[in-house]
């Protein structure tokens, strides 16, 4: 099925480090969220984004919705080790299906 | 609120067996999705419910599974005759409905066909 790509597909942080990733899609988005999940869990809402441009924050994670509505970023500031985890964007296209597409995720490992 | 609910958490069953999965969504929530995961994939769309109604199904979902949301709460997903393949993470998740409207998952179904 289709899928969002995400970058990094992995990365290696030290614990206070702060984080970037992105999420791109070849088609527009009308909402961007991005999910956390631990495994054997299922993924947890961290933020939702739902106009072009929009900056938004929850707690140490900010995120933005991309001007072009086809990609989206997230920033986790002062990484602490409960951020481990695989971080998934996901969206509604503009295409008018109510149904979420994921990206492929972020695998974040802190060292301590 | 307890969120969405699903069960059983974990599923282990032979090949060629039938499986029914349950999913109770945020008691409010109109809209209800079964997504499938496996190891080191995210999450793939299977189908959803605008309340008692099947608007829409992925190709994924093969003649052997079958979703249904008969009174506009719950929801079970049925696995007949289960294929080594079918082994995964099955997810459920809610939401009010709308595209400015956030999803909720449950903590998910592990099903592991031997």
């Known amino acids: 099925g289709q899928q969002l790509n995400q970058s990094p597909q992995s990365m290696f942080i030290q614990e206070g480090e702060d984080v970037s990733m992105n999420c791109t899609s070849s088609?527009?988005?009308?909402?961007w969220l991005w999910y956390k999940q631990d495994p054997g869990e299922g993924p947890v809402l961290l933020i939702a984004?739902?106009?072009?441009?929009e900056l938004t924050s929850n707690g140490r994670l900010t995120a933005q919705f991309g001007i072009t509505r086809k990609d989206s970023f997230l920033n986790i500031s002062a990484s602490i080790p409960s951020d481990v985890g695989i971080y998934f964007c996901?969206?509604?296209?503009?295409?008018?299906?109510?149904?979420?597409?994921f990206g492929t995720g972020t695998r974040l490992k802190v060292l301590a | 609120d307890t969120g969405v609910s699903q069960d059983p958490r974990h599923k282990i069953t032979k090949r060629g067996q039938n499986v029914t999965f349950r999913c109770d969504p945020i008691?409010?929530?109109?809209?209800l999705y079964w997504y499938r995961q496996t190891l080191g994939q995210g999450p793939e769309f299977l189908t959803y419910?605008?309340?008692?109604?099947?608007?829409?199904k992925s190709r994924l979902l093969s003649d052997r599974f079958s979703a249904e949301r008969p009174k506009g709460s719950f929801s079970t997903l049925e696995i007949q005759r289960t294929e080594q393949g079918d082994s995964a993470m099955y997810l459920c998740?809610?939401?009010?409905?709308?595209?400015?409207?956030?999803?909720?998952f449950g903590q998910g179904t592990r099903l592991t066909v031997v």
């Open positions: 419910f605008q309340n008692e109604a099947q608007l829409e």
């Open positions: 984004l739902y106009k072009a441009g």
């Open positions: 008691s409010e929530h109109n809209r």
């Open positions: 996901a969206g509604h296209t503009a295409s008018g299906t109510y149904k979420y597409i």
């Open positions: 998740a809610s939401s009010l409905g709308g595209f400015g409207t956030e999803a909720f």
């Open positions: 088609s527009i988005f009308n909402t």
